[in-house]
């Protein structure tokens, strides 16, 4: 299972941290990746990070802003958002990749995740 959490109002400028709480499989044999959906458009893949160290990805919209990270003690995964802008709007989604391979770099491709968790709602407001 996987649940989303640290989702809120906040301005334009401020910064949100969102945590992924994952349960019921290795927490370390699967790569993680961060989704978001906003209103009347496609899911999009925000960020991912896998095993090993492997390069983290960002998409091209949040770079320099978001920062994704991982307690392995606490089978978390973290998404910082700083200087937040009214597109980061949206219902934001975490996902466990089950057949992430060690070496193997991460992917922002939503068929790529098998699990999915609840979302929870970021709107920033300008």
């Known amino acids: 299972q996987l649940q989303a959490s640290g989702g809120g109002l906040v301005q334009v400028g401020g910064s949100l941290k969102l945590s992924c709480a994952t349960s019921g499989f290795t927490f370390t044999d699967v790569g993680i990746g961060w989704f978001r959906q906003a209103p009347g458009k496609e899911r999009e893949g925000v960020s991912c990070?896998?095993?090993?160290?492997?390069?983290?990805l960002y998409a091209d919209s949040v770079k320099g802003r978001f920062t994704i990270s991982k307690d392995d003690a606490n089978s978390t995964v973290y998404l910082q958002m700083n200087n937040l802008k009214p597109g980061d709007t949206g219902v934001y989604y975490c996902?466990?990749?089950?057949?992430?391979?060690?070496?193997?770099?991460?992917?922002?491709?939503?068929?790529?995740?098998?699990?999915w968790g609840q979302g929870t709602l970021v709107t920033v407001s300008s």
């Open positions: 990070i896998n095993l090993g160290d492997t390069p983290r």
């Open positions: 996902a466990a990749d089950f057949g992430a391979n060690w070496g193997i770099a991460c992917a922002l491709e939503s068929h790529f995740y098998d699990d």
